[in-house]
């Protein structure tokens, strides 16, 4: 199974939005609403910060948003700040052989 | 508060053996599906295997099928990756991730810190 492809690395300034792409299959990302999104800090274990395309965990902040579009979903982060510098995952569930596959990740610098 | 916490990682020779433990607290955990995810240094996350709650259902990555054996003691809240003939390329940092599954969604929602193996002669 293929990983899904994302960016390399996207930057935005301060209370700027950018948005990072994830692009797999029709038999991934196109075909279940199971997408999430993960923050990783250096050193530190990801965080769920959006599950099922574009619901958000209790705690995690409105700037954060999901959607999807045919085998592409999209993480858009608004009104960005310097604490969300971090590397951000997409993951999505898939019916191949092996239930799960990662993007590549992206890496976000905060300008 | 949920918490999951991996041991059993350190320094193995290639062709060795490790056997990674996650212990699970704050949740029921005979009632969540589990998976093993790795990180290569430097790398992406990369999955690994899962375990259904009861553990009757087995999945692993092409890359560790036939090496790689994931257990689960629902008595003792414990998760347990097996690693045989291990590789240079299997060094990663593992972690141990929560299933979360209801009728409309299926995510990983809770991850442990890591445990660093590290195949090397």
């Known amino acids: 199974q293929s990983a899904l492809t994302q960016p390399a690395s996207v930057s935005g300034s301060p209370g700027q939005s950018i948005t990072i792409s994830c692009t797999g299959t029709?038999?991934?990302?196109?075909?279940?609403?199971?997408v999430s999104w993960y923050q990783q800090h250096p050193g530190k274990a990801p965080k769920l910060m959006i599950y099922?395309?574009?619901n958000r965990p209790s705690g995690v902040p409105d700037r954060f948003s999901g959607s999807k579009s045919g085998n592409t979903a999209s993480l858009t982060i608004s009104g960005l700040q310097a604490e969300d510098e971090a590397d951000y995952y997409c993951?999505?569930?898939?019916?191949?052989?092996?239930?799960?596959?990662f993007g590549g990740g992206t890496k976000l610098t905060v300008l | 508060e949920v918490q999951l916490v991996e041991s059993g990682g350190g320094l193995v020779q290639p062709g060795g053996s490790l056997r990674l433990s996650c212990a699970a607290s704050g949740f029921t955990f005979s009632s969540y599906e589990m998976n093993w995810v790795r990180q290569a240094p430097g790398k992406g996350l990369d999955w690994v295997s899962y375990?259904?709650?009861?553990?009757?259902?087995?999945y692993y990555a092409d890359s560790v099928k036939g090496r790689f054996t994931i257990s689960r003691d629902n008595a003792k809240n414990s998760l347990y990756l097996q690693m045989n003939s291990l590789r240079a390329e299997d060094t990663a940092v593992y972690y141990c991730?929560?299933?979360?599954?209801?009728?409309?969604?299926?995510?990983?929602?809770?991850w442990g810190q890591g445990t660093l193996v590290t195949v090397s002669s």
């Open positions: 993951s999505s569930y898939t019916s191949s052989s092996t239930p799960w596959v």
């Open positions: 991730a929560r299933e979360y599954r209801s009728s409309t969604s299926r995510t990983f929602d809770y």
């Open positions: 099922e395309v574009s």
């Open positions: 029709s038999s991934d990302v196109g075909a279940y609403k199971y």
């Open positions: 375990i259904s709650s009861s553990g009757s259902t087995k």
